[in-house]
């Protein structure tokens, strides 16, 4: 079986510059997720799909980070302007609906913003 | 505030010792709960995880990890590490139901000396 594909592994930016990231998840997986692991913690959630409908977005900080799923496979993660705390490895998820046979996940982005 | 606490953040031990990493969390009701290993350069690979039975749950690579409800802990085992478990793991818990996201503790990097 496939795993998540992400792409690009690594990027750097200027701050205030955009950056864009891609998943495409496991065939067949409702739900998405996008989480932002900063160094030295566990990753966070930023946001959740389930199809191409957003269940949990309560810790995007909407005002610089959008994310879409459009026709409920592949989604898009952008940050719109990038600040340095922004620098961290960007993981993508990918589960069946109830998340018992497990979460996969991708190899990240990581990103730097100096 | 609720959370998953992993109360070492570091541990180094040598090959052939045992291994017990803690991790408790602090919601009610059900909840189903997972260990993830992060080996250097790689992606998060699911180790083990309980949704109900047994609360001794086996994994792969010889891990081990024992569900006490009345403590709220789900602490991860092994008897006798490799260098080849260096790596970073990550308990993880998800409380079932239409947002059944992944909330992850900070994380306890181990390293084994040869």
């Known amino acids: 079986e496939a795993g998540v594909a992400q792409s690009p592994r690594y990027k750097i930016i200027e701050k205030r510059q955009s950056v864009a990231f891609w998943c495409n998840p496991i065939s067949g997986h409702a739900t998405l997720y996008w989480y932002q692991q900063i160094l030295g913690q566990g990753p966070k959630l930023l946001i959740q799909?389930?199809?191409?409908?957003?269940?949990?977005d309560s810790q995007l900080p909407k005002d610089r980070f959008s994310a879409e799923r459009l026709k409920g496979v592949d989604s898009t993660l952008k940050i719109q302007p990038a600040k340095l705390e922004d620098s961290a490895v960007y993981l993508c998820?990918?589960?069946?609906?109830?998340?018992?046979?497990?979460?996969?996940f991708g190899s990240g982005t990581r990103l730097t913003v100096v | 505030a609720q959370s998953v606490s992993q109360h070492n953040h570091h541990v180094i031990l040598s090959e052939a010792a045992s291994l017990e990493l803690g991790c408790n969390y602090s919601y009610g009701g059900t909840v189903n709960l997972f260990w993830y290993v992060q080996y250097p350069g790689q992606h998060l690979q699911l180790l083990l995880k309980y949704f109900s039975g047994d609360p001794l749950v086996k994994g792969i690579k010889g891990f081990e990890a024992e569900f006490i409800k009345s403590k709220f802990s789900f602490n991860l085992r092994k008897p006798s590490v490799q260098w080849s478990d260096t790596a970073e793991y990550f308990c993880?818990?998800?409380?079932?139901?239409?947002?059944?996201?992944?909330?992850f503790g900070t994380g306890t990097l181990l390293a084994v000396q040869p």
């Open positions: 799909f389930q199809n191409n409908g957003v269940v949990d």
């Open positions: 998820a990918s589960s069946q609906a109830t998340g018992y046979y497990g979460y996969t």
């Open positions: 993880a818990v998800n409380r079932g139901g239409a947002t059944n996201k992944l909330i």
